[in-house]
């Protein structure tokens, strides 16, 4: 199985975040927003153009997501991740659904190598500008402002290329054929069909 590595977005668009371009780069600057009291006063911010250039005919085996990212406090809750196969709309399932943040960074991973997300992918879905991830975060204290910090983010794919699949399909093949010819030489042999031989090997004759 190959892999992009952790990719960082080409792409952010973000609904009030401050500096959300520093979400493109893994080093100590952050983007920062300060979501309203309640989940109906959600702050989003959407990340794509990821790059990608997995071969054509590969499969796509699993994506993670990655995001490091704070709140003020522990009030501050991630409400929703979800990818993207357009920018900004969320595709299959939310991983996050109401999570309450720390107040140091963390680096979060959601999915597996193994893990569509309740969808299903090709290769052109993937390398396309539109795929990546979509994120919200929600203030649920009882008065008050409180900061979200997002500080990195980043998409690693899983795949098989068509090469490898090409040949994990001929084994199974190969081993089917050999199956079918082994069970029709026993019924032939059992219906007195089939040829007994002898091979002398030293000589290479054969015998009928």
């Avoid at 668009?13 to 959600?42: C, H, L, M, Q």
């Avoid at 054509?56 to 196969?85: F, P, Y």
């Avoid at 569509?116 to 203030?139: C, D, K, P, Q, R």
């Avoid at 998409?155 to 082994?182: E, F």
Wanted: glycine share 10%.
């Amino acid at each position: 199985m190959a892999t992009t590595g952790e990719t960082p977005p080409g792409f952010v668009e973000d609904n009030n975040y401050d500096n959300f371009n520093n979400i493109k780069v893994d080093d100590s600057s952050y983007a920062r927003t300060n979501p309203e009291i309640g989940p109906t006063s959600k702050k989003s911010i959407y990340i794509s153009q990821f790059g990608f250039a997995i071969p054509a005919g590969a499969t796509i085996n699993g994506i993670i997501h990655r995001v490091d990212h704070r709140g003020e406090s522990t009030n501050i809750c991630r409400e929703t991740l979800q990818l993207t196969k357009t920018a900004g709309v969320g595709q299959g399932t939310d991983k996050w659904n109401r999570q309450n943040l720390t107040t140091s960074f963390v680096s979060q991973y959601d999915g597996t190598g193994t893990d569509l997300w309740g969808s299903s992918w090709t290769v052109s879905e993937i390398n396309a500008s539109g795929f990546g991830s979509f994120m919200e975060h929600y203030n649920s204290h009882a008065s008050g402002t409180r900061y979200c910090d997002i500080e990195f983010a980043s998409i690693d794919v899983y795949y098989t290329p068509a090469a490898a699949t090409m040949i994990a399909k001929l084994v199974d093949s190969l081993r089917l054929n050999s199956l079918v010819h082994g069970r029709l030489t026993s019924i032939m042999r059992w219906l007195g069909l089939y040829p007994k031989q002898q091979v002398q090997r030293r000589t290479g004759k054969c015998f009928i």
